[in-house]
Protein backbone atom coordinates (compact mmCIF):
# COMPACT_ATOMS: atom_id res chain seq x y z
CA UNK A 1 0.00 0.00 0.00
CA UNK A 2 1.23 3.24 -1.31
CA UNK A 3 -0.53 6.48 0.73
CA UNK A 4 0.34 10.07 -0.49
CA UNK A 5 -0.65 12.88 1.50
CA UNK A 6 -1.48 16.80 -0.62
CA UNK A 7 -2.62 19.53 0.97
CA UNK A 8 -0.80 20.97 3.63
CA UNK A 9 0.74 24.85 4.21
CA UNK A 10 0.86 27.98 5.76
CA UNK A 11 -3.04 29.25 6.86
CA UNK A 12 -3.86 31.58 9.94
CA UNK A 13 -6.15 30.84 13.03
CA UNK A 14 -9.45 30.69 12.01
CA UNK A 15 -8.66 29.56 8.48
CA UNK A 16 -9.62 26.10 6.65
CA UNK A 17 -7.07 23.70 5.04
CA UNK A 18 -8.11 20.18 2.86
CA UNK A 19 -6.04 17.54 3.38
CA UNK A 20 -5.75 14.65 0.58
CA UNK A 21 -5.08 11.04 0.88
CA UNK A 22 -4.26 8.53 -2.52
CA UNK A 23 -3.78 4.90 -2.23
CA UNK A 24 -2.77 2.95 -4.41
CA UNK A 25 -1.39 -0.60 -4.98
CA UNK A 26 -4.33 -2.16 -3.62
CA UNK A 27 -8.20 -1.82 -2.95
CA UNK A 28 -9.05 1.33 -1.71
CA UNK A 29 -12.55 0.03 -0.95
CA UNK A 30 -11.38 -2.22 1.70
CA UNK A 31 -9.39 0.15 3.88
CA UNK A 32 -10.64 1.41 6.66
CA UNK A 33 -8.65 5.02 6.60
CA UNK A 34 -7.17 7.85 9.33
CA UNK A 35 -5.19 10.61 10.09
CA UNK A 36 -2.78 11.62 12.74
CA UNK A 37 -0.15 14.33 13.67
CA UNK A 38 2.29 14.97 15.47
CA UNK A 39 3.64 18.21 17.00
CA UNK A 40 7.35 19.26 17.74
CA UNK A 41 8.19 17.61 20.93
CA UNK A 42 4.73 15.31 21.27
CA UNK A 43 3.42 12.14 20.79
CA UNK A 44 1.76 11.35 17.46
CA UNK A 45 -1.81 11.43 18.11
CA UNK A 46 -4.85 10.24 16.48
CA UNK A 47 -7.27 13.13 14.66
CA UNK A 48 -10.01 11.22 13.02
CA UNK A 49 -11.30 7.78 10.76
CA UNK A 50 -13.12 6.38 8.60
CA UNK A 51 -14.70 3.08 7.53
CA UNK A 52 -14.35 1.01 4.43
CA UNK A 53 -18.07 2.18 3.27
CA UNK A 54 -17.73 5.58 4.32
CA UNK A 55 -20.96 4.93 7.10
CA UNK A 56 -18.89 5.55 9.97
CA UNK A 57 -16.49 8.10 10.96
CA UNK A 58 -14.87 8.65 14.62
CA UNK A 59 -12.90 11.41 16.04
CA UNK A 60 -10.76 12.67 18.73
CA UNK A 61 -12.33 14.87 21.23
CA UNK A 62 -9.91 17.49 20.68
CA UNK A 63 -11.47 18.04 16.70
CA UNK A 64 -15.00 19.57 18.31
CA UNK A 65 -16.51 19.70 15.39
CA UNK A 66 -14.35 21.46 13.18
CA UNK A 67 -12.80 18.68 11.26
CA UNK A 68 -14.59 16.39 8.25
CA UNK A 69 -12.99 12.56 7.21
CA UNK A 70 -14.60 11.51 3.64
CA UNK A 71 -13.56 9.55 1.02
CA UNK A 72 -13.94 8.43 -2.59
CA UNK A 73 -14.11 5.36 -3.33
CA UNK A 74 -14.38 5.95 -6.98
CA UNK A 75 -10.66 8.00 -6.47
CA UNK A 76 -8.91 6.16 -4.13
CA UNK A 77 -8.85 8.67 -2.01
CA UNK A 78 -9.69 9.86 1.68
CA UNK A 79 -9.84 13.63 2.50
CA UNK A 80 -9.66 15.98 5.41
CA UNK A 81 -11.34 19.10 5.69
CA UNK A 82 -9.97 21.14 8.72
CA UNK A 83 -11.99 23.93 9.52
CA UNK A 84 -11.82 27.09 11.96
CA UNK A 85 -7.82 25.97 12.84
CA UNK A 86 -5.80 26.63 15.86
CA UNK A 87 -2.38 27.65 16.37
CA UNK A 88 -2.59 24.39 18.46
CA UNK A 89 -3.53 22.01 15.46
CA UNK A 90 -0.06 22.46 13.64
CA UNK A 91 2.42 19.79 13.46
CA UNK A 92 3.15 16.72 10.66
CA UNK A 93 -0.36 15.13 9.27
CA UNK A 94 0.05 11.50 8.37
CA UNK A 95 -2.44 9.57 6.20
CA UNK A 96 -2.85 6.08 7.46
CA UNK A 97 -5.30 2.47 6.61
CA UNK A 98 -5.64 -0.74 7.72
CA UNK A 99 -7.12 -3.70 6.27
CA UNK A 100 -7.95 -5.87 9.60
CA UNK A 101 -8.75 -2.74 12.11
CA UNK A 102 -12.49 -2.50 13.42
CA UNK A 103 -13.32 0.70 13.79
CA UNK A 104 -15.56 1.20 16.62
CA UNK A 105 -14.29 4.24 19.81
CA UNK A 106 -12.76 7.75 19.19
CA UNK A 107 -9.31 6.97 20.48
CA UNK A 108 -6.72 4.79 18.38
CA UNK A 109 -2.97 3.97 18.74
CA UNK A 110 -0.74 4.49 15.69
CA UNK A 111 -0.40 0.90 16.10
CA UNK A 112 -3.68 -0.20 14.50
CA UNK A 113 -2.87 0.91 11.63
CA UNK A 114 -0.26 -0.84 9.03
CA UNK A 115 0.41 1.81 6.32
CA UNK A 116 1.15 5.41 6.43
CA UNK A 117 1.76 8.32 3.95
CA UNK A 118 5.03 10.06 4.46
CA UNK A 119 3.50 13.23 6.28
CA UNK A 120 3.04 16.64 5.37
CA UNK A 121 2.87 19.83 7.15
CA UNK A 122 0.21 21.98 8.84
CA UNK A 123 1.20 25.16 10.30
CA UNK A 124 -1.79 27.11 11.58
CA UNK A 125 0.61 30.80 12.44
CA UNK A 126 -0.33 34.35 12.22
Known amino acids: VQLVESGGGLVQPGGSLRLSCELS????????MGWFRQAPGKEREFVAA????????YYANFVEGRFTISRDNAKNTALLQMNRLKPEDTGVYYCVAESAVYLSSNNYSPTDFGSWGQGIQVTVSS
Open 50 to 57: ISWTGGNT
Open 25 to 32: GRTFSSYA
